[in-house]
């Protein structure tokens, strides 16, 4: 039988991003799959307190956290072997089938917390290959000029879907109870299977590699055979490595060898290695703060939950503001020196946060914390984008991943029995320090500092 294929895109037929339909699939995609998370983990959160003890619930909660952290660094070696297209279609249709399944479970009976555990364990576990695949995808859908922009819509994704996510979730709850936002969590998911299996991949560069010690282009002999078949005319997408004895040598290579090989890339890249460090500074300051101290700080001040609410929301249009600059722009000069000013400026703030003498200052400090940390945040995304050779990404999202959903979720209760220990002023401000070091470290690494976005 005949496949019918999909034509690569080709550099020639770049464009902006947020004008290429290509683009708008991926986008379109990943919108869907990430609102359907959030009205999953929404479900996953009022089953397993209907079902068990608080206490019982937050186990549930976070029984996913584990495989995720544990795997990652092995779903970013599968994302980097199979193609990441490939890996996230099939973790997108597992985590639908699964997420569907247990829907159908609790509309028949009350099977308990056992599913829902059982649920949350194999949605950590495919979430470990997922977010690698999610995180090296980009590279392979526009040209290297658009991933600051395409960084930045991906930015106002999460933030569109952190806002509907939550009240779909609820309105599931509503109407059905957990079973029904199950079932609307598992066909949103479905909804990106179709539009990522329509987004084409373009080819990834054969002719220039990165020297990991130098991070200088070095040549690559261009007399290796024409005539071999690529993974995208076979209906694949592009591999990492060259065609013929190189790729047949990369082919041979077990997924151990190819994670140690992942591992020794960043150990020797000049700014993916410095970056990393900061990125890990600035979540582990940050976390913590933000999910539970200001929760503790808004109960201090009588602020209440609606006074939260609003704080939320002001880092949050700070966050979306930052997003699209970088979507309108696509480009901002000086992209290391920007993004360490931004870090540094954002401690600041998060320090000054607890000392907000009202609400409507703490509002305007949030706004001011959301804006510098999202502009950080995307600038360093971008930059991991655009330094690592895409033959890497899958590995090097899933370091980054491990950094922002393994160890900086740890900083919570840590954050919070030190705020009952010390209060909250000094935890912010401590807080604060961690994360201005991230910004320290990208003004100490020469290469990291002088980073620039390619036009």
């Known amino acids: 039988m005949t496949a019918t294929l999909i034509p690569p895109v080709h550099a020639a037929a770049d464009k902006p991003a947020h004008r290429d339909s290509n683009v ?51 779903g970013g070696v599968v994302a980097d072997r199979f193609g990441p297209r490939r890996v996230v279609i099939g973790s997108d249709a597992v985590r639908c089938a699964a997420v569907l399944t247990v829907a159908a479970l609790l509309f028949a009976a009350s099977p308990g917390l056992w599913l829902l555990a059982l649920l949350a364990v194999l949605f950590g576990t495919v979430d470990a290959v997922f977010m ?10 526009t040209g290297r000029d658009q991933l600051a922009r395409v960084q930045g819509m991906r930015g106002l994704a999460i ?63 261009t007399d290796v055979p024409t005539d071999v078949p690529t993974d995208v005319e076979a209906g694949g997408e592009a591999g990492p490595h060259p065609m013929g004895a190189a790729q047949d040598t990369a082919c041979r290579a077990t997924p151990w060898q190819d994670l140690r090989d992942g591992l020794r890339y960043l150990r020797g890249h000049r700014v993916l290695a410095p970056l990393l460090v900061a990125i890990a500074l600035g979540d582990l300051g940050f976390v913590g703060p933000l999910n539970v101290g200001l929760t ?19 880092f949050g249009a700070g966050a979306g503001v930052a997003a699209l600059l970088l979507t309108v722009r696509g480009w901002l000069p000086h992209a290391g020196r920007v993004a360490a000013a931004s870090i540094l400026a954002g401690s600041v703030a998060i320090g000054a946060l607890a000392y907000a003498p009202s609400l409507v200052a703490a509002v305007g400090t949030a706004l001011l914390v959301g804006l510098l940390a999202g502009l950080s945040g995307a600038l360093c995304g971008a930059l991991l984008q655009t330094q ?23 900083s919570m209760p840590l954050s919070a029995a030190a705020i009952g220990w010390w209060g ?28 620039q976005l390619p036009r």
């Not at 509503?174 to 990522?196: C, D, E, K, Q, R």
């Not at 503790?296 to 002001?314: D, F, H, I, N, T």
């Not at 895409?390 to 740890?410: D, E, K, N, Q, T």
């Open 24 to 74: 708008l699939r991926w986008l379109g995609a990943y919108t869907a799959s990430m609102v359907g998370d959030n009205v999953y983990y929404l479900a996953l959160s009022w089953a397993a307190v209907q079902a068990g003890t608080p206490s019982q619930a937050g186990l549930v909660m976070a029984v996913s956290a584990v495989p995720r952290a544990l795997l990652m660094l092995g």
């Open 132 to 141: 690698p695949a999610v995180g090296a995808l980009p590279a392979r859908v």
């Open 159 to 221: 933030r569109f879907a952190n806002v509907v996510g939550a009240p779909l979730g609820g309105l599931g709850v509503a109407l059905g109870g957990a079973a029904a936002a199950f079932g609307l969590a598992g066909l949103l998911i479905a909804v990106s299977v179709p539009l990522l299996v329509s987004v084409r991949m373009r080819d990834l560069p054969t002719d220039v590699r990165t020297d990991v010690r130098t991070d200088l282009p070095t040549d690559v002999p």
């Open 296 to 314: 503790l700080l808004a109960e201090q001040r009588g602020w209440g939950a609606s006074g939260m609410g609003w704080v939320l929301s002001g």
């Open 388 to 410: 690592a050779d895409p033959a890497y990404l899958g590995r090097v999202s899933s370091v980054a991943g491990i950094v922002s959903l393994g160890f900086a979720p740890l």
């Open 424 to 451: 909250t002023g000094p935890v912010f401000v401590t807080s604060a320090t961690v994360c201005g070091l991230g910004g320290v470290v990208v003004l100490c690494s020469g290469p990291l500092r002088r980073a």
